[in-house]
Each structure stands twice: as C-alpha cells, then as structure tokens.
Nanobody, 120 residues
Framework: QVQLVEAGGGLVQAGGSLRLSCVAS????????MGWFRQAPGKQRELVAA???????NYADSVKGRFTISRDNAKNTVYLQMNSLQSEDTAVYYC??????????????WGKGTLVTVSS
C-alpha cells in the first residue's frame, strides 16, 4: 500500500512562514506530479501548487510570489515553503500525488491533511 504523510502545519502569525512536507511511502514504482491542495472551512478544496517529476511548477494566483513548491525525488518528498502568510491562507492542506505502484497500476493518492492557522 502507499501512504502520504504530511507534516509542518501549525499556528503562525500573519506575515510569518511555515514549511510543509509530505513523504510518500510504500510500494512505489514511480511518482508523477505531486501537489498541495487546501480546504478552508465552508469552501471547496483548491489547488495551491503542483510540481512534475521534471520540476515544472504551477501555482494558484493567490499564492504566487509567496509560496514555493519543491520536491526531492530520491526521498519521494514534496515541500511547500509558505512565506508572507495571510489569514486567508488558513486551511487544511492536503498532499496529493499521482503514483505508479507498478508499470500497470496507477492511482491518485491523498494525505490526511495538516492544519495551517494564520492569526491576524
């Protein structure tokens, strides 16, 4: 089985920074795109940032210039560096990864989420 485990959430003041990490473990043949989504209370889950295995990145307009996504392919880990945090960034952040368990078994996996709370 494959698991995604997030870490790094917490409480931070507005203007502060946090770094999230997500490790994929288990029976993994290859990982394609990895990304971060978030869901604020009463809102739909939205894409925050994504990164391909080759390092191409994509960001939501609301976080461009403040957040940076990166990954360590050798460690099956994706990171999200969040700077200049605002109260609107308060949400549960979920890790997502497109993983091939074998050459014929592909699936989209989610972590359980980590809460980020930004106090104003």
């Amino acid at each position: 089985q494959v698991q995604l485990v997030e870490a790094g959430g917490g409480l931070v003041q507005a203007g502060g920074s946090l770094r999230l990490s997500c490790v994929a473990s288990g029976s993994i043949y290859r990982i394609n795109t990895m990304g971060w989504f978030r869901q604020a209370p009463g809102k739909q889950r939205e894409l925050v940032a994504a990164i391909t295995s080759g390092g191409s990145t994509n960001y939501a307009d609301s976080v461009k210039g403040r957040f940076t996504i990166s990954r360590d392919n050798a460690k099956n880990t994706v990171y999200l560096q969040m700077n200049s945090l605002q109260s609107e960034d308060t949400a549960v952040y979920y890790c997502n990864a497109d993983i091939w368990r074998t050459v014929a078994a592909f699936m989209d996996y989610w972590g359980k989420g980590t809460l980020v709370t930004v106090s104003s």
